[in-house]
């Protein structure tokens, strides 16, 4: 507790006291004037910040055990261990979710951060669920939202019909982002968008829309591999090719693909070769466009391409061969194996 200075003569005891707990101060209560009752003032304000500081604490532990039951409901949900539509949505309107007619399942990775530590990852994850959360709430949209690994969580999203999906979902990740990167309306437009979104298809009931979101953990982990990014959220088939080759990543018909395509040239060839490759390859072969790409002279670009199609065992002027190595390339990029080396 401490007192104001004197200030013109007179003696106005100013008083203040810490809100929080040790090494966590939310702000502090503070009377501007106790007058003569410094002692009483002092008393109560002292008792008031203890007030403050547990009331504060019990609704942050309430927050956090509600988000611990929601996080677990979805895991069950996921699991399979929910398959009955009424039980599920009875402990979705008890974790303080409305029935809907249509429920969207999407995920939620974040961005990572250069150098971040897993604290920092940890409150950015926090900060864009709560984000996420108050933006459906603003919305009048029902959600359920908990988190899965380390910088990522799931969403059931409770929509009016089918109708407009994609609007009513754009419009929710839009708000979120802004109220992430500030709150007003004047926020950055051109900013990147902070996370991937993987969205899987939408149902009638969580249990039916729950499989959804494993879809759409395999959607973020593709679009997590794809240099450019332009839609706010993914489905599967916007990923394409790489979403196939990501659903074999484990097929050990595809490492043998992939080890007979790229094997010789992974063991004869450093990592910025194989960078080479890709971009000879997103060139479709064009040496003048991947000349400029890669910064290279032409006889440099020549001596390359030679060693790598003599470590490949193949010509790249062939069309087919090209589209076989650029396959087990792709595979490669997103979670394949070969001989131990991604």
């Known amino acids: ?6 200030v013109g003569g007179l003696q106005p005891v100013r008083l203040q006291t810490p809100v929080g707990v040790s090494g966590r101060r939310w702000g502090r209560l503070v009377v501007p004037d106790a007058g003569c009752g410094t002692e009483s003032a002092a008393h109560v304000l002292e008792r008031a910040g203890q007030a403050v500081t547990l009331a504060r604490m019990a609704a942050q532990d309430r927050r956090d055990l509600l988000q611990q039951a929601r996080t677990g409901f979805i895991q069950e949900l996921m699991d399979g261990a929910l398959t009955d539509p009424r039980p599920a949505l009875a402990r979705a309107e008890a974790l303080g979710m409305r029935s809907a007619p249509v429920y969207l399942p999407f995920v939620v990775q974040l961005e990572p951060v250069p150098g971040e530590d897993p604290t920092g990852l940890q409150l950015r ?4 669920l709560d984000a996420m ?3 459906a709430r603003t919305l009048r949209l029902p959600a359920l ?24 979902l754009g419009d929710l990740l839009e708000r979120a982002g802004r109220l992430l990167d500030g709150g007003g309306e004047g926020a950055d437009e051109e900013r990147p968008v902070p996370w991937i979104v993987g969205v899987g298809p939408a149902a009638d009931s969580l249990s039916g829309a729950a499989p959804g979101l494993e879809e759409g953990v ?3 982990e593709v679009v997590a591999t794809m240099e450019v990014r332009r839609r706010p959220f993914y489905r599967f088939a916007d990923v394409r090719l790489r979403g196939v080759l990501s659903a074999l990543r484990e097929d050990p018909r595809m490492r043998a693909f992939a080890g007979a395509e790229l094997g010789g040239l992974i063991a004869a060839e450093g990592p910025e070769v194989i ?3 890709r971009v000879l390859l997103e060139s479709g072969g064009n040496k003048a466009a991947a000349a400029r790409r890669s910064h290279l002279s032409r006889p440099a670009l020549y001596a390359r391409i030679a060693r790598i199609e003599s470590a490949l065992g193949v010509s790249l002027e062939d069309a087919e ?22």
């Open 275 to 277: 960078g080479f490759l």
């Open 218 to 220: 395999r959607i973020v």
């Open 125 to 128: 994850e926090r900060a864009a």
């Open 321 to 342: 061969s090209r589209l076989a190595v650029h396959v087990a390339l792709l595979w490669l990029e997103v979670g394949g194996r070969v001989d131990g080396s991604r």
């Open 145 to 168: 939202a908990g988190g899965l690994r380390s910088g990522s969580f799931a969403v059931l999203l409770g929509l009016g019909s089918a109708d407009d999906v994609d609007g009513r």
């Open 1 to 6: 507790m401490r007192a104001g200075r004197v």
């Open 133 to 135: 959360s108050a933006a």
